[in-house]
């Protein structure tokens, strides 16, 4: 019910975005399910390398809770069990038979939800694996159902540079969207809808039981981090539950056919992608069955954005939380003296968000095709207010930054940290002239806080 | 190969090859590797863009924001010390009698070179051999910070200053400036500033904000009189009460106009207001520095000096009239507020911390010069004193923060 305009972001003008087409990619014949994504849990696995799966079977249950279930997206076999140091649970690979035989967990309709009560309806979205969907803030973790959280920030749009827009994600999916929103409404009381200012999507605009707020301005303004700290910051104890609207339709899916959503679309996009657009493809599907063939040598794939992501191999698997896979250069050349994109040079062809090279003048209006180059050494931070600059969040980062590495738990939790996660600040990595990961010291703030808590 | 330098690219990728292993010899070759050519490094972690700036660059940037002074300073040193012998012939016999002593354009610049450049060598050698030896004990990529501080400590200091103690302020100010607390990026002080400071305290009697210099050697050169002449801030402090401060500068021959323009003696890159103003120009549209910081510092200024012209009676001291606004093309403040208060690293980073640190520190230049009968010149004490106060003025903006979060909660 508010809106907001959101002053201190950036948005990086990056070239290769999906144009809004939505095509249907071959089955994968590879998918799985990734640890890595879920932040704090440690999995048990309910199944062994050669057992036969269907849409739906259960692979792992969270140790601290077994309710919480990761199922296969796909029918056929466990084909592999990747583990880590200490034997730790990387991720279970399944090989796809193509038959899309499914588990029937029967189709639940707005009646039925209204009526089950909230504890049936928390088993049911559980058992169809659709629970990791939520988020847990603080640290990002599974969201525990034992403990009712403050609200629920179902997040409508994107603003970060190639993300899939959750407009055009939802456009023939309004049915599906408004069940799985009123599932969550009788588990959460207090839902947040956070959209686009001049959204038109009815889906969105018009959805029913909850406060809808509007968001204007540069990335972070669609992330949900922002979002929290401008509406409802957490405070000491609380919790909030942050999920994209995207992912709420796939729990509508899963109310109204009863079988856990094979498919989900993925905009894959980037300047290296040769094919660029929505896809409905297969469920943590192969990165190569996204894009086609193997990765071509020199290119990144990242699941996420280029702005925040999970880089990713040939043979390796999406996300299930994931909205799009982009592609882009790995930097390859290095610049001598002399050449624009030295540090000396003009700096007609480096992108920046400073006014200190000549593209600040010509160039900042066309969209840039980025590598992964990290154009400079490793500092200490000298510019000392570059993270306030790029981030609308009322925390001050680069007092919080500095203190990590101290490990005063009392301090870091006063400065603010429990209300970020790396994500809210991948700009500030962005941006930062000593090459500081933001992101990572956050990450690793975070872990601290986490054990001690 | 599109760029001739390529072909020491090869070179670096030997020793490179061979440093393995070695900190010492790692950090030298990367030291120079990455002054060559853009690094290797990839990005890692989640985070998979960076912007093009770097600290190279960032520092450069400074330096070109500095160039306009030291150009002008350069030519301004020789043009005083050619001004003051003219009526002298034969004074010159130090080293540079080889040169012309017509102030010319040409000779006021090559007697500047003479004098600026020995101070800018000793003071780089100094600073990046104390820079790149600590990089390699650390194990760490050599810091540019000293590309800066290299730059600005010659244009503290006055031409005729023994290069021993450029050499030996020079590697206080790194040592006890910096690299004791962690290097560039971990002081609290700003070095350059410690260096001066250093001096100041060390050897006041070749620096000090009393008389003038004109790098005229008195022991080798015939002894001129008259040459070293006051400061316009000692003027303006001996003043007797009761006369008018600007009557005491202008006879002497200090106008606003001919201060702001900065031709004449001082430290060499203190004297000109207006190129000052064309770095500050710079370092603000670049976005390298705060303009908060520069303008809170002229406010404090303004404010203070209003103040004491409005208390200041008839017995009052004279310097208590001499009008506010004067005192901003005064001395080395122009030069101190754009280039050594907005320090990033020294400056208070917070935003209502850059407004009280860039006040205070226009508030303690006019109170030192004023009220102090001690030291002429308060700049480079008032910036030091702030220094040492802007984490503590950042710790109260940072607490008000925490303090909302704390009664959000309740």
Same mark, same amino acid.
């Given at each position: 019910?508010?809106?907001?305009?959101?002053?201190?972001?950036?948005?990086?003008?990056?070239?290769?975005?999906?144009?809004?087409?939505?095509?249907?990619?071959?089955?994968?014949?590879?998918?799985?399910?990734?640890?890595?994504?879920?932040?704090?849990?440690?999995?048990?696995?309910?199944?062994?390398?050669?057992?036969?799966?269907?849409?739906? $079977?259960?692979?792992?249950?969270?140790?601290?809770?077994?309710?919480?279930?990761?199922?296969?997206?796909?029918?056929?076999?466990?084909?592999?069990?990747?583990?880590?140091?200490?034997?730790?649970?990387?991720?279970?690979?399944?090989?796809?038979?193509?038959?899309?035989?499914? *588990?029937?967990?029967?189709?639940?309709?707005?009646?039925?939800?209204?009526?089950?009560?909230?504890?049936?309806?928390?088993?049911? #979205?559980?058992?169809?694996?659709?629970?990791?969907?939520?988020?847990?803030?603080?640290?990002?973790?599974?969201?525990?159902?034992?403990?009712?959280?403050?609200?629920?920030?179902?997040?409508?749009?994107?603003?970060?540079?190639?993300?899939?827009?959750?407009?055009?994600?939802?456009?023939?999916?309004?049915?599906?969207?408004?069940?799985?929103? /009123?599932?969550?409404?009788?588990?959460?009381?207090?839902? +947040?809808?956070?959209?686009? /200012?001049?959204?038109?999507?009815?889906?969105?605009?018009?959805?029913?039981?909850?406060?809808?707020?509007?968001?204007?301005?540069?990335?972070?303004?669609?992330?949900?981090?922002?979002?929290?700290?401008?509406?409802?910051?957490?405070?000491?104890?609380?919790?909030?539950?942050?999920?994209?609207?995207?992912?709420?339709?796939?729990?509508?899916?899963?109310?109204?056919?009863?079988?856990?959503?094979?498919?989900?679309?993925?905009?894959?996009?980037?300047?290296?992608?040769?094919?660029?657009?929505?896809?409905?493809?297969?469920?943590?599907?192969?990165?190569?069955?996204?894009?086609?063939?193997?990765?071509?040598?020199?290119? &990144?794939?990242?699941?996420?954005?280029?702005?925040?992501?999970?880089?990713?191999?040939?043979?390796?698997?999406?996300?299930?939380?994931?909205?799009?896979?982009?592609?882009?250069?790995?930097?390859?050349?290095? +610049?001598?003296?002399?050449?624009?994109?030295?540090?000396?040079?003009?700096?007609?062809?480096?992108?920046?968000?400073?006014?200190?090279?000549?593209?600040?003048?010509?160039?900042?209006?066309?969209?840039?095709?980025?590598?992964?180059?990290?154009?400079?050494?490793?500092?200490?931070?000298? /510019?000392?207010?570059?993270?306030?600059?790029?981030?609308?969040?009322?925390?001050?980062?680069?007092?919080?930054?500095?203190?990590?590495?101290?490990?005063?738990?009392?301090?870091?939790?006063?400065?603010?940290?429990?209300?970020?996660?790396?994500?809210?600040?991948?700009?500030?990595?962005?941006?930062?002239?000593?090459?500081?990961?933001?992101?990572?010291?956050?990450?690793?703030?975070?872990?601290?806080?986490?054990?001690?808590? | 190969?599109?760029?001739?330098?390529? #072909?020491?690219?090869?070179?670096?990728?030997?020793?490179?090859?061979?440093?393995?292993?070695?900190? *010492?010899?790692?950090?030298?070759?990367?030291?120079?590797?990455?002054?060559?050519? $853009?690094?290797?490094? &990839?990005?890692?972690?989640?985070?998979?863009?960076?912007?093009?700036?770097?600290?190279?660059?960032?520092?450069? $940037?400074?330096?070109?924001?500095?160039?306009? *002074?030291?150009?002008?300073?350069?030519?301004?040193?020789?043009?005083?010390?050619?001004?003051?012998?003219?009526?002298?012939?034969?004074?010159?016999?130090?080293?540079?009698?080889?040169?012309?002593?017509?102030?010319?354009?040409?000779?006021?610049?090559?007697?500047?070179?003479?004098?600026?450049?020995?101070?800018?060598?000793?003071?780089?050698?100094?600073?990046?051999?104390?820079?790149?030896?600590?990089?390699? *004990?650390?194990?760490?990529?050599?810091?540019?910070?000293?590309?800066?501080?290299?730059?600005?400590?010659?244009?503290?200091?006055?031409?005729?200053?023994?290069?021993?103690?450029?050499?030996?302020?020079?590697?206080?100010?790194?040592?006890?400036?910096?690299?004791?607390?962690?290097?560039?990026?971990?002081?609290?002080?700003?070095?350059?500033?410690?260096?001066?400071?250093?001096?100041?305290?060390?050897?006041?009697?070749? #620096?000090?904000?009393?008389?003038?210099?004109?790098?005229?050697?008195?022991?080798?050169?015939?002894?001129?009189?008259?040459?070293?002449?006051?400061?316009?801030?000692?003027?303006?402090?001996?003043?007797?009460?009761?006369?008018?401060?600007?009557?005491?500068?202008?006879?002497?021959?200090?106008?606003?106009?001919?201060?702001?323009?900065?031709?004449?003696?001082?430290?060499?890159?203190? $004297?000109?207001?207006?190129?000052?103003?064309?770095?500050?120009?710079?370092?603000?549209?670049?976005?390298?520095?705060?303009?908060?910081?520069?303008?809170?510092?002229?406010?404090?200024?303004?404010?203070?000096?209003?103040?004491?012209?409005?208390?200041?009676?008839?017995?009052?001291?004279?310097?208590? +009239?001499?009008?506010?606004?004067?005192?901003?093309?005064?001395?080395?403040?122009?030069?101190?507020?754009?280039?050594?208060?907005?320090?990033?690293?020294?400056?208070?980073?917070?935003?209502?911390?850059?407004?009280?640190?860039?006040?205070?520190?226009?508030?303690?230049?006019?109170?030192?010069?004023?009220?102090?009968?001690?030291?002429?010149?308060?700049?480079?004490?008032?910036?030091?004193?702030?220094?040492?106060?802007?984490?503590?003025?950042?710790?109260?903006?940072? /607490?008000?923060?925490?303090?909302?979060?704390?009664?959000?909660?309740?």
């Amino acid at each position: 019910m508010g809106a907001f305009q959101v002053k201190k972001g950036f948005d990086v003008p990056l070239e290769g975005e999906a144009p809004r087409t939505l095509r249907d990619l071959p089955a994968s014949p590879f998918a799985a399910f990734n640890t890595d994504e879920f932040a704090f849990t440690k999995w048990r696995l309910l199944v062994q390398e050669g057992d036969k799966v269907q849409v739906g $079977t259960p692979l792992a249950s969270a140790k601290h809770d077994e309710n919480i279930l990761v199922v296969s997206p796909v029918a056929g076999s466990v084909h592999q069990i990747v583990r880590g140091d200490r034997r730790k649970l990387l991720s279970v690979v399944l090989k796809n038979d193509g038959s899309g035989d499914a *588990v029937d967990f029967g189709a639940w309709d707005m009646a039925k939800i209204g009526s089950a009560g909230r504890d049936a309806l928390v088993a049911h #979205i559980q058992k169809g694996g659709l629970w990791p969907l939520l988020k847990q803030r603080p640290f990002g973790k599974l969201a525990d159902p034992a403990k009712a959280p403050k609200a629920l920030f179902v997040n409508g749009m994107e603003t970060a540079p190639l993300g899939a827009d959750q407009e055009f994600l939802l456009a023939d999916r309004a049915d599906e969207f408004s069940l799985g929103l /009123q599932a969550l409404l009788e588990i959460v009381p207090t839902v +947040h809808l956070c959209v686009r /200012q001049g959204c038109t999507l009815g889906a969105l605009s018009q959805a029913q039981g909850v406060n809808i707020h509007t968001f204007a301005g540069p990335h972070p303004a669609g992330l949900p981090g922002t979002h929290i700290n401008m509406i409802s910051p957490i405070n000491k104890g609380e919790t909030v539950w942050t999920i994209t609207a995207y992912q709420v339709s796939l729990i509508g899916e899963f109310l109204k056919t009863g079988k856990v959503p094979e498919r989900q679309i993925v905009a894959i996009a980037g300047s290296a992608a040769k094919e660029r657009g929505y896809f409905r493809a297969t469920r943590g599907a192969q990165i190569s069955n996204l894009v086609g063939s193997a990765l071509p040598e020199n290119v &990144r794939a990242i699941a996420g954005t280029p702005l925040f992501g999970t880089a990713k191999g040939s043979d390796e698997c999406i996300g299930m939380r994931d909205a799009s896979l982009c592609l882009i250069p790995e930097s390859t050349e290095r +610049h001598y003296l002399m050449s624009d994109e030295h540090w000396a040079g003009a700096g007609f062809r480096s992108f920046s968000t400073w006014r200190l090279f000549a593209s600040a003048l010509c160039c900042r209006a066309k969209k840039w095709a980025l590598d992964t180059a990290l154009h400079g050494g490793r500092r200490a931070i000298i /510019q000392q207010d570059v993270y306030e600059r790029f981030s609308p969040l009322d925390v001050p980062l680069t007092t919080l930054v500095k203190a990590i590495p101290s490990g005063d738990i009392e301090r870091l939790e006063q400065l603010g940290l429990y209300e970020l996660e790396p994500e809210d600040v991948a700009l500030c990595t962005f941006a930062c002239p000593s090459k500081v990961d933001v992101a990572e010291e956050i990450r690793k703030g975070l872990a601290l806080l986490e054990k001690e808590a | 190969m599109k760029n001739p330098l390529e #072909i020491f690219g090869k070179l670096f990728d030997g020793l490179e090859e061979k440093s393995k292993g070695k900190k *010492v010899m790692a950090a030298t070759v990367d030291a120079f590797d990455t002054f060559l050519r $853009t690094p290797k490094t &990839r990005t890692s972690g989640s985070v998979h863009l960076r912007d093009a700036l770097d600290s190279k660059r960032m520092m450069s $940037t400074v330096i070109l924001a500095l160039a306009p *002074v030291a150009l002008f300073s350069i030519w301004n040193t020789g043009f005083q010390k050619l001004s003051a012998l003219q009526n002298v012939p034969g004074a010159l016999k130090s080293g540079c009698a080889l040169l012309g002593t017509e102030p010319t354009f040409l000779n006021c610049v090559l007697h500047g070179l003479w004098q600026f450049i020995p101070i800018m060598a000793v003071t780089y050698a100094v600073g990046l051999g104390i820079e790149f030896v600590v990089a390699a *004990v650390r194990g760490h990529e050599v810091n540019e910070g000293f590309l800066v501080s290299g730059m600005l400590i010659p244009l503290t200091l006055p031409p005729d200053i023994p290069l021993w103690m450029v050499a030996v302020g020079t590697a206080f100010g790194v040592v006890f400036g910096k690299e004791v607390f962690g290097g560039t990026g971990m002081n609290f002080l700003n070095p350059a500033l410690t260096t001066r400071a250093f001096i100041f305290f060390s050897y006041p009697g070749a #620096i000090s904000g009393d008389t003038v210099w004109k790098a005229v050697d008195a022991t080798k050169d015939a002894v001129v009189d008259g040459f070293s002449g006051a400061t316009p801030l000692a003027i303006a402090a001996a003043t007797p009460a009761g006369q008018s401060p600007v009557a005491a500068l202008e006879q002497a021959g200090f106008t606003l106009k001919s201060m702001f323009l900065g031709v004449m003696p001082g430290s060499m890159g203190e $004297t000109s207001v207006l190129l000052c103003l064309v770095g500050a120009a710079i370092l603000i549209a670049t976005g390298v520095a705060s303009a908060r910081i520069m303008v809170s510092a002229a406010a404090g200024v303004l404010v203070t000096g209003g103040l004491l012209n409005l208390f200041a009676g008839d017995a009052s001291p004279a310097y208590w +009239h001499l009008p506010a606004y004067w005192h901003l093309v005064m001395g080395g403040f122009a030069f101190g507020a754009v280039f050594m208060a907005t320090d990033p690293v020294s400056a208070a980073a917070t935003g209502v911390g850059k407004i009280v640190y860039g006040f205070m520190i226009g508030l303690l230049v006019v109170v030192i010069r004023v009220l102090n009968p001690a030291f002429p010149e308060g700049t480079m004490l008032a910036i030091l004193l702030m220094n040492v106060f802007a984490p503590l003025i950042d710790h109260f903006v940072v /607490q008000a923060n925490v303090r909302r979060r704390l009664r959000r909660a309740q």
